[in-house]
């Protein structure tokens, strides 16, 4: 089925096909400027705007949002994408009045936060970060992709590259943790997940990579609160993931709600136009967030509307998600000279281009076939890539005696805590078009091993009532009726699993906390399991890293499952049975308290760090916690054991360095490590971390065998950027460390010129 406008250029072509070519241009480019000589300026301001769907919200939705309206204004061409509509029938229902009820026929962008799948569940992000595997998690994201497309989306809000650094912020969990270097390297994975080779395979999903720039910095881990960064620290930690998103081929990018050097990100020049479309050449198309063009009224930078949209729109947002203040002041702004049209033109060739790379203008329905979602959305395939995806997400923080992997008959096990039977919780926040309560819980994961007698206990209800996306969590913190029964099954048992931690909807968006221990009354009951018996395996189920202080004091073994997806309790049982060897590693460190926050391993030299053999006060840190994580970033245990050793520099022209290294399996089972290479850069003339990941590499040993394994650095390795983004590759010396986490030992020195 072609558009309105794909017949016209056909017989354009045809008309034209003895007249000079534009050599220049690549056919979509001639496409996109004949489409765009016939709109109206009307038509050009309406491929700016981005509707919500009629039903879902994902932030305050204006009045203006009324779906009458929008039907009335999609039929007048007055928009060009839509978001939050989901499953084929719906969208062809939208795509139909755009393609053969307006003037132009110009198909619609359907966007939709697929953010860790669509129906079949992978893991929370900041879980998959942990697998450190790029091919599992290129993987998972091409399932949600598929069944994201599959249901009539051609677009998704993904991948988010904030670093995390503050556990209290709730979107943590949707992005791959504190470290540049791991967030860029994930960061490509998931754009090659969703959009294949061909963007316009029915089965891909173009990206949209999130949030320019510095939202993950929100003061306070509070959502949307000021951001207060250097041009250092923007350059050097939050740049380079969107960077490499966009080398990785993303095509589009979306602005953020923060402001950054006092310019909320969405009005930001320096961001939009002098780095992203100058500097970086971007070609793609900006979306802003939710409203926050129409939110810089709030931020008290624009007066109105109307002064928002012009400060939007001048520093290079090229469409307006659901402020409609772009349809409503953009035309009166051209017209009065205080917006050029050369602008619109440049927003909406970026946004036509994305149209015609989809494959839009060919097949409008392109996305939209019943009989494919039917067979893709589900798949066993599918369900089986993710339970693959969970499993590799664990991370194994504790295991005194090897108390796990547990016998697999003759055990008698209390299961205690609400989170053991909940089957909506490890869906996660984002959790897409997850049908609720469809998570595998971890008691029926654990049913699948029935030799072991299980006794389970709720303990006390975590939440008051089931949560939804919109509202806040009601906690239990007063109905303690079942503590009896639970202290009495742990009492018996030889054993305790106690599964606790956060709800699905305590992290994510606007789900801040300035506590950070084990929610309601979990922390209390876990106290009063442990004076009946010792041996209690904490499952730690979370969005964000807890503060588990307690918790390694007193218990002798601690799982982090964070929110697994649908296949949750099966990935938790098979661990915890020893049919997967552990060897997930912590994205994102975990603090010994909520005090620590911001915590990440990579902290700068200090004028005032710690001297070994010094005992007086004044050095940089606290006086009653120590200043390093209780788990830190990198670490995790695995069901055997590895040994580094023969750490070699070879110094190569070119600043170019290879490093290598033998790794052995010295324990009794098959398993995976990540091998994690740090560097520290002596002198420079900038304050450096006192390290910072440089490579890594996944690999399986069988017991007993060595790999030896190599490295090469370069000069985006050695060097780092400067306050203005210009990348700095000082001679000198430097330390390499290589081994299992941030605490990494094994260490060389070596010097470039
Ligand atoms: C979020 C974005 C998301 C958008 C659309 C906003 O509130 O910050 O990440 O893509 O909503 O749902």
Redesign the pocket.
């Given at each position: 089925m072609k558009t309105r406008f794909q017949l016209f250029l056909i017989f354009s072509l045809y008309c034209a096909c003895s007249a000079p070519k534009t050599p220049s241009l690549s056919t979509i480019d001639h496409q996109v400027d004949s489409l765009l000589s016939m709109m109206t300026l009307e038509e050009k301001i309406g491929q700016m705007n981005q509707y919500n769907g009629f039903w879902d919200v994902?932030?305050p939705a204006p009045a203006e949002g009324d779906a009458s309206l929008k039907y009335e204004n999609l039929r007048k061409g007055l928009v060009g994408s839509m978001?939050?509509i989901t499953g084929v029938e719906e969208v062809r229902k939208v795509q139909k009045i755009a393609v053969e009820e307006t003037r132009l026929g110009i198909p619609l962008l359907i966007?939709f936060?697929m953010i860790h799948g669509m129906k079949t569940m992978s893991p929370i992000p900041l879980a998959e970060a942990a697998s450190w595997d790029m091919e599992a998690i290129e993987k998972s994201s091409q399932i949600g992709a598929r069944e994201a497309a599959a249901m009539g989306i051609n677009w998704t809000?993904a991948p988010?590259v904030d670093i995390g650094r503050d556990a209290r912020w709730g979107r943590v969990m949707?992005g791959a943790g504190e470290d540049t270097y791991l967030v860029s390297q994930i960061a490509k994975a998931r754009v090659r997940g969703y959009q294949g080779e061909n963007l316009s395979d029915p089965l891909t999903l173009a990206a949209?990579v999130?949030?320019f720039a510095g939202y993950g910095f929100s003061e306070s881990g509070r959502d949307y609160n000021t951001v207060e960064v250097s041009r250092v620290t923007l350059h050097q930690v939050i740049l380079p993931p969107f960077k490499a998103a966009l080398d990785a081929g993303a095509r589009t990018i979306?602005n953020?709600?923060n402001d950054l050097d006092g310019v909320p990100a969405t009005g930001n020049s320096y961001l939009q136009r002098e780095i992203l479309k100058g500097k970086w050449s971007f070609g793609g198309l900006v979306v802003s967030?939710?409203g926050s063009i129409g939110e810089m009224v709030n931020h008290r930078v624009a007066k109105d509307g109307k002064e928002a949209a012009k400060m939007a729109v001048l520093a290079g947002s090229d469409m307006d998600?659901e402020s409609y203040l772009y349809v409503s002041h953009l035309k009166e702004l051209v017209e009065s000279g205080q917006v050029k049209e050369s602008l619109i033109d440049d927003a909406v060739r970026r946004i036509l281009r994305l149209k015609f790379e989809l494959g839009l203008f060919d097949n409008p329905y392109l996305y939209c076939d019943e009989q494919r979602e039917q067979e893709i959305v589900g798949s066993e395939e599918h369900v089986a890539g993710v339970l693959e995806m969970a499993k590799k997400s664990i991370v194994l923080l504790k295991n005194e005696q090897n108390l796990l992997p547990l016998k697999k008959s003759g055990l008698n096990i209390a299961v205690i805590g609400a989170l053991a039977e909940d089957k909506d919780s490890p869906l996660g926040s984002w959790r897409g078009e997850a049908d609720p309560n469809t998570a595998i819980s971890v008691l029926e994961g654990l049913n699948e091993y029935p030799d072991n007698k299980y006794n389970f206990a709720k303990g006390a209800d975590l939440v008051l009532e089931q949560p939804v996306f919109l509202k806040e969590v009601k906690l239990n913190t007063t109905d303690r009726s079942g503590f009896v029964q639970a202290i009495q099954a742990a009492r018996s048992a030889d054993i305790v699993i106690a599964v606790m931690g956060e709800n699905g909807f305590q992290s994510g968006?606007a789900r801040s906390r300035s506590e950070i221990k084990l929610p309601g009354l979990q922390q209390e009951l876990l106290e009063e399991l442990v004076k009946v018996n010792e041996k209690i395996i904490l499952v730690s189920m979370s969005g964000r890293p807890l503060d588990l202080s307690w918790a390694d004091e007193h218990l002798p073994a601690i799982l982090q499952v964070w929110h697994l997806g649908s296949q949750s309790g099966h990935a938790i049982a098979q661990v915890l049975y020893g049919d997967y060897n552990p060897s997930g590693k912590l994205p994102m460190s975990f603090p010994r308290n909520v005090g620590q926050l911001p915590l990440y391993y990579n902290q700068k030299s200090t004028g005032r760090p710690f001297n070994p053999g010094d005992d007086i006060v004044f050095w940089s840190h606290y006086s009653d916690v120590p200043n390093d994580a209780l788990y830190p970033f990198g670490y995790g245990l695995s069901y055997t054991s590895f040994s580094y050793s023969d750490l070699r520099a070879e110094v190569l022209e070119n600043q170019q360095v290879k490093i290598k290294v033998n790794v052995k399996n010295t324990g009794p089972r098959e398993g995976e490590e990540v091998v994690q290479l740090y560097l520290h850069d002596h002198f420079s003339s900038l304050t450096r971390p006192v390290r910072e990941l440089k490579g890594f590499q996944k690999i399986s040993l069988q017991p007993g065998e060595v790999k030896s394994l190599e490295f090469l650095l370069g000069k985006e390795e050695l060097g780092f950027f400067d306050g203005e983004g210009n990348l700095q590759v000082e001679p000198g010396e430097f330390t390499v460390m290589i081994g299992g986490s941030s605490k990494a030992e094994l260490a060389l020195k070596f010097e470039i010129d």
């Open positions: 994902t932030g978001l939050n966007g936060d809000f988010m949707e949209c999130k949030h979306m953020s709600f967030d939710w998600m968006e």
